[in-house]
């Protein structure tokens, strides 16, 4: 879903862990691009990890699964992707 090479830190580093409202936490790692990812739903800077970013959902375009999030307003933009779920995709399943 994002290029190895793609992967770039943001606050000093590549993997960050995040917590969302609901406890559950996240290991992800950044990207600048993720071409096999696709975005839903409105973009929102509420629970966002990086201050000064907002986000929307990042989806997998052969699957459909939550892979992560695109955060867009800082500079520059990314994908933050969720380390467990990187792998490859062959359309139907992870």
Do not use: K
Request: proline share 4%; charged share 20%.
């Amino acid at each position: 879903m994002a290029e190895q090479d793609a992967g770039f830190s943001v606050n000093g580093s590549h993997r960050h862990l995040g917590t969302n409202p609901h406890g559950l936490s996240f290991e992800i790692g950044c990207f600048r691009t993720a071409p096999g990812c696709y975005q839903v739903g409105e973009e929102t800077a509420e629970w966002s990890w990086f201050p000064g970013y907002r986000w929307r959902v990042a989806l997998c375009r052969g699957c459909g699964m939550h892979l992560g999030w695109c955060y867009r307003g800082g500079e520059p933009a990314f994908y933050g992707l969720i380390v467990d779920q990187l792998r490859h995709c062959d359309g139907e399943s992870t």
